[in-house]
């Protein structure tokens, strides 16, 4: 076998481990142990390893293209998100390549192959539901491409993030539903694969708790769709279990459920009340309007790009992954309150 054959993955596939591993211990990273450095070593020197030349040449070599992989485009939210990240690429001079996985894993993995072929300088990335597996992120460091995650992280993977509290903005929803006398609080919870959908829902959790409220399990289903929101909120009703209160994981859930009990005849917000997250263009049209989550879309936006920028045009090989926390508000309007 010919020394130019020899790949970071063959060498992680003799010895048993992963290739980011293997790429971190051939760097030197702290995080990895003196024993596990020394065999990937050995190993690269008696295999004759070298480098891939054109992935090393990227970071010198620019395309001035940046890469967006993001669930949804038609999400409010993430629509905010994408005009923050093209102001900041139009200022740098870049160009933006927008991505969709429509929460699949098999197009998620294609859209990172297809931004690896365009020799993409940079990628921002919020991973879809179905994600399990992030070989095709890691790609992209192995390759000497900077990677910034930003809302829906992988926990498992070294990277600059940007996020909000999500714990603490869904304890300040579920706090201002239980301030305006509501004792029967629902929530309308993400997948908990997710972390923002574990987050959300251990924030609801911890403010009933410290309120003295118990946590009913009927009361917690997961619906992060429209329509899976107006099939809870029938299931709910029939099986007589009536909240006086909703916490929905995203606004659509939560429009979702107010159509649905104002159909079955409960008035919003005098018999249950409801409060959305992400805070999008509908929560000022829908009757009453919707209280919501603010997540500044734009601002995550403009952060994560800029972080991105940052790590392209810095002459650093070898950095610390930085974490950004953005502040959320709670924009109160007539469905938690009687306007």
């Known amino acids: 076998m010919r020394s130019s054959q020899i790949t970071i993955k063959d060498i992680a596939r003799i010895l048993g481990i992963s290739p980011s591993t293997v790429s971190r211990a051939l760097k030197d990273h702290p995080d990895i142990n003196s024993d596990t450095k020394k065999a990937v070593n050995e190993l690269a020197n008696k295999l004759k390893y070298q480098p891939n030349a054109v992935a090393l040449s990227l970071k010198n070599s620019r395309t001035n293209t940046i890469g967006v992989m993001i669930p949804e485009i038609v999400h409010y939210f993430f629509s905010s998100v994408i005009s923050g990240v093209e102001d900041v690429a139009s200022q740098k001079g870049f160009t933006v390549i927008i991505c969709q996985s429509n929460e699949s894993y098999v197009r998620e993995v294609a859209n990172a192959r297809t931004l690896l072929s365009h020799r993409v300088d940079g990628i921002l990335v919020s991973i879809s539901k179905e994600t399990r597996s992030f070989d095709h992120l890691i790609n992209f460091q192995e390759g000497g491409i900077p990677l910034v995650f930003f809302d829906r992280i992988a926990p498992d993977i070294l990277a600059d993030q940007v996020i909000i509290n999500d714990l603490e903005a869904s304890y300040m929803a579920t706090r201002h539903l239980i301030e305006t006398g509501r004792k029967r609080i629902a929530h309308f919870a993400g997948p908990q694969i997710l972390l923002i959908g574990r987050d ?23 619906a992060d769709t429209f329509e899976k929101a107006r099939n809870a909120v029938i299931e709910m009703l029939d099986a007589g279990i009536v909240p006086d209160g909703i916490f929905a994981v995203n606004d659509l859930t939560a429009i979702g459920a107010m159509q649905t009990i104002q159909k079955k005849g409960y008035r919003i917000p005098e018999d249950i009340s409801i409060v959305g997250f992400s805070d999008g263009r509908f929560s000022g049209i829908t009757d009453p309007h ?23 045009l810095s002459a650093e090989t070898e950095y610390i992954p930085e974490v950004k926390i953005l502040n959320a508000d709670l924009i109160v309007r007539g469905s938690s309150v009687k306007e």
Do not use: C, K, W
């Open 200 to 222: 959300r829902l251990q924030g609801y959790m911890n403010a009933l708790t410290e309120a003295g409220l118990p946590v009913d399990n009927r009361l917690i289903v997961e």
């Open 290 to 312: 919707l209280t919501s989550v603010d997540q500044h879309g734009y601002e995550m936006g403009t952060t994560a790009a800029e972080m991105l920028f940052h790590r392209i």
